[in-house]
């Protein structure tokens, strides 16, 4: 594994790791990542997809030490396009047989976004938000919400909120596979999944995993709950498998 840096211009640089396929796995696996304490832009699944064969991309969500949803700073959507230039990058460099998204909350949201922006087909999203905005504005994170949006006025928490919404309704690769982790456990069950489930269950391979257990209680909880679940899907693409 290395850390590397790419670089999309003169002000904005993209932190990220890299790990090369093993043995003669053609699959490529995309990791972005949810908030972390003490560190909110530390990487997820470093240790988890310690036996995957996939190369595996990690991209850190880290702009002046703030994450930033990989999508913007003061309104402004360059991270968003440079992020976008890193997996192109990765994806021409790589030429992977197969390529899969994955990440959890901040990161599930970023799964979403980038598997219909660059159409990957395997896609897993663990408790994500759909209103990133609102999430922002009513969260600990508020401090990320004022420098994303410049001003966390009603209008920017709008467009936050919509950005997602918009995105997957407008996408036309109906045979996407998407593995959406919940519970109704997790806060944002009602707001953020439950009213946007019609969305997802156009695609022709939409499975909702919905976990009910006396040790999830939190928002949390829901991909901790479920590594091995999560693990044993990462395994099956990197076969070409899509249960």
Known sequence: ????????????????????????????????????????????????????????????????????????????????????????????????????IIGASKGGSAALWFAVKHNILNVIACVPQLHIGSYLANSKWQETGRVMMGSMDEQNIARLDALL????????????????????????YTTDIQPYLPLFERYQNFNLVETHSRFVSRHEDVTRYNVNLVLALVYQFEDGITP
């Open 1 to 100: 594994m290395e850390d590397l840096q790419f670089d999309v211009g003169p002000t904005l640089q993209i932190q990220y790791r890299f790990q090369k396929a093993r043995f003669d796995c053609k699959h490529l696996l995309i990791v972005m990542s949810g908030f972390n304490s003490p560190d909110p832009t530390a990487y997820d699944f470093t240790t988890t997809l310690h036996h995957c064969h996939s190369a595996i991309l990690w991209i850190k969500d880290d702009f002046n030490r703030l994450p930033a949803y990989y999508l913007c700073q003061g309104m402004d959507f360059a991270i968003e396009a440079g992020v976008s230039a890193l997996i192109d990058h990765i994806i021409t460099t790589v030429n992977p047989g197969r390529t899969s």
């Open 165 to 188: 919404p918009q995105k997957i309704t407008a996408d036309r690769q109906l045979s996407r596979n998407i593995y959406l982790f919940t519970s109704p456990e997790d806060e944002q």
